[in-house]
Every structure is written in structure tokens, then in C-alpha cells.
Nanobody, 116 residues
């Protein structure tokens, strides 16, 4: 399984913004659904956003209205625009296909830290 590479994390103050990137990867040539997940210390992975190959999106209630998932097919990259960040958004963020996530295969992720 080709691992996905996430980037764009960092330290930001509450209310700030970050844009995460995932890719480029050949896995985006024929994906059906791609998701952004996060894992806070001591917690399990949480699915926060998904996008289908047709462009349909879905968000968890905790990020709805603040985060936007998108895909650039030409660049074979998936993005997560995060606005109005809160300290509770602090986590390691991963992109993954749900069926790969289900078997516990993850990349390195990118750390997002939101200070209050």
C-alpha cells in the first residue's frame, strides 16, 4: 500500500487558520472516498471530513462550518482548510481512505497545535 504524506501542520493561535496537504500520490488516480482524520493524545482516530471522487463532502459536527476538504485532481493532492481553529483541534492529522484506515494502516501524519 502506497503511504500518503501529510504536511502543513504547525503551531497556531486560537482563531487562526492552517491548510493541510496530502499528496501528491498515485492513490488519487482512482480513489472513491478520501478522508481527513485526527488523533488527539490518548484518543482514537476521529474522522473529521470526507470527499468522494465526485466532489461530495461530509464533515463531523465538531468541524462543520470551519473546515473545508477539497481535492486537486491535477496535482493529485487533497487539502484540508482549517479556519477558526480551537485548542480542542490540537491533534495529529492524517489523510486516508476509509477502507485502509479500517485495517489500521496510517502514514506519519502532521501535527497541529492550537494555543489558547
Amino acid at each position: 500500500q502506497v503511504m500518503l504524506v501529510e504536511s502543513g501542520g504547525g503551531l497556531v493561535q486560537a482563531g487562526g487558520s492552517l491548510r493541510l496537504s496530502c499528496g501528491p500520490s498515485k492513490r488519487f488516480f482512482d480513489f472513491n472516498v478520501m478522508g481527513w482524520y485526527r488523533q488527539a493524545p490518548g484518543k482514537q482516530h476521529e474522522l473529521v471530513a470526507t470527499i468522494t471522487s465526485g466532489g461530495s463532502t461530509n464533515y463531523s459536527d465538531s468541524v462543520k462550518g470551519r473546515f473545508t476538504i477539497s481535492v486537486d485532481n491535477a496535482k493529485k493532492t487533497v487539502y484540508l482548510q482549517m479556519n477558526s481553529l480551537k485548542p480542542e483541534d490540537t491533534a495529529v492529522y492524517y489523510c486516508n481512505e476509509p477502507w485502509v484506515a479500517a485495517v489500521g494502516s496510517w502514514g506519519q501524519g502532521t501535527q497541529v497545535t492550537v494555543s489558547s
